[in-house]
């Protein structure tokens, strides 16, 4: 099947935004500079409203969106994503907004909460609702796994970006690369679920795909930098680790999001030939 | 009621008259289609050779996956017919529909914005009255219309003239339960099951 690339850009987005303001969260309870809170929040908000715009592109008229918003009870695959970028957006604007304006701590925290909890529904959701029957190389809790992975990743490697940019070394007292070498691992595990479920067979057919993107960037790459980061000795500024494992990451993320449409099929595509009659290969 | 085609595959010759029907019916631009004729095989070695053809259109699901994900309702089954049916004023071409559908017989029209399919013909059936374009026109009678839950209709009058081992449908991966079903005889061919 074609990619679609408003859809393949929208959840990758969307999902870093996410899980961006997961770490933002994490970080009112395990310690952080409030610059880096500010500045992550922001950007995280950026990210799911640009991962919304790029989601409308794919519908018929980007008008037709207002009619997606206004079923959003139907509970379909596209209504729940909807709902969690709506959740995800108050969530960050709220969190925002009180922090400007209030020094209570108390509901910065549940807002913190709120943000961890939606932040990685969000990436993980991106994925679910491509979990149907009628498509057998989809049909699998490990596509929305590695769209959680690869979300979690990025997310990680862009707080580490933020931090290197605006933060200390105390950051997560001083465990952010640990909390960024686990968000690899995860990556990595969710990428791996998913070629094992495709089968190496079928995932190989598209082989700078799989071995260039998920497999060389997304998964090695990723790992060896976010393990330079904690195991490195400072030798590498952090700066270069945690940009250099964005985009390893990002195009990982790509690539097996890429390798989804690719290597759809459909259950019976009898559409999929052409009139006059043709013969099934049977 | 559980509306639907019944198509005796013994009788159909793949002239694809059915398509033409359908598409001047429908007003079909040049490369849409809500039906098609596929070939299987042949298959065996001569002089043990087989083939039939499979007309193949909506299924008419009385679970139907593509209205459990359309996030408008556009896709919808019509529970007094069982029709599944799309709105087009509330499609907004999203296409989850198209990626549901375990058959693959939904299509996007890119001038309308909007998924569109087999209708069964409801601007002549929806009153009882007549029956779809591709079944008036039929050259061999293989096309028949009808309540697959009214004992008296078409189909189920004609389904009762065969054993059960010669009545099909297209295999169900979630559920759907697809309305259409297929006479094959084994004495004419043997039944795929496709996947």
Same mark, same amino acid.
């Given at each position: ?16 935004? @996410? ?15 409030? /610059? ?68 209570? $701590? ?22 679910? @609702? ?18 959680? @992975? ?5 997310? #990680? ?6 931090? #290197? ?9 001083? /465990? ?25 067979? #079928? ?60 290597? #759809? ?8 030939? $052409? ?8 | ?77 019509? +529970? ?29 029209? +890119? ?40 004992? +008296? ?43």
């Amino acid at each position: 099947m074609e990619i679609q690339w408003p859809l393949v850009l929208f959840s990758l987005l969307a999902g870093t935004g @996410g899980s961006l303001f997961a770490f933002v969260g994490l970080s009112e309870f395990l310690g952080g500079s409030s /610059k880096v809170r500010d500045a992550g929040s922001i950007v995280a908000i950026a990210l799911i409203v640009l991962g919304g715009c790029f989601s409308v592109l794919h519908l018929a008229s980007p008008l037709h969106a207002i009619s997606a918003v206004t079923n959003l009870l139907s509970f379909s695959g596209i209504s729940i994503e909807l709902m969690l970028l709506g959740a995800n957006f108050v969530v960050m604007l709220a969190y925002i907004l009180v922090r400007k304006r209030s020094n209570a $701590t108390t509901p910065v925290k549940v807002l913190a909460v709120l943000g961890i909890a939606f932040g990685l529904m969000l990436g993980f959701f991106c994925g679910h @609702g491509y979990v149907i029957d009628a498509q057998p190389t989809w049909n699998s809790e490990t596509l929305p796994l590695a769209y959680l @992975g690869t979300s979690l990743a990025c997310g #990680a490697f862009l707080y580490g970006t933020i931090v #290197a940019l605006k933060g200390d070394e105390k950051e997560f007292g001083g /465990k952010l690369g640990v909390f960024t070498l686990g968000a690899a691992v995860v990556g990595a595990i969710g990428l791996v679920a998913y070629v094992a479920f495709l089968g190496i067979d #079928a995932a190989s057919s598209q082989a700078l795909v799989l071995w260039g993107g998920v497999v060389v960037l997304g998964i090695v790459a990723t790992l060896v930098i976010s393990g330079l980061g904690v195991f490195g000795g400072g030798k590498m500024p952090a700066i270069a680790v945690d940009v250099s494992g964005l985009v390893c990451a990002f195009v990982g993320g790509l690539a097996v999001r890429s390798l989804m449409w690719l290597c #759809a099929t459909g259950y019976i595509d009898l559409f999929s030939h $052409t009139v006059p009659s043709v013969m099934m290969n049977i | 009621m559980a509306y639907g085609l019944l198509i005796n595959l013994d009788r159909c010759s793949g002239c694809d008259s059915c398509i033409v029907a359908c598409k001047l019916e429908n007003d079909l631009p040049l490369g849409h289609f809500y039906n098609k004729v596929i070939a299987l095989g042949p298959t065996g070695t001569f002089p043990n050779v087989e083939k039939y053809w499979l007309p193949s259109q909506c299924q008419q699901c009385r679970n139907p996956q593509c209205v459990a994900v359309c996030p408008t309702g556009a896709s919808y089954r019509d +529970e007094k017919t069982g029709y599944v049916l799309i709105d087009r004023e509330k499609c907004i071409g999203c296409r989850y529909c198209m990626y549901a559908c375990p058959y693959g017989v939904r299509e996007f029209n +890119e001038e309308q914005g909007c998924v569109q399919k087999c209708t069964l013909c409801s601007q002549i059936t929806a009153d009882g009255s007549g029956v779809p374009a591709c079944v008036h026109n039929c050259n061999c009678g293989a096309r028949f219309f009808g309540d697959f839950d009214d004992p +008296e209709s078409d189909v189920c009058k004609e389904m009762a003239k065969y054993p059960p081992e010669a009545i099909h449908s297209l295999p169900d991966p979630g559920d759907s339960q697809p309305v259409t079903r297929y006479i094959l005889s084994p004495k004419f061919a043997s039944w795929k099951e496709l996947v």
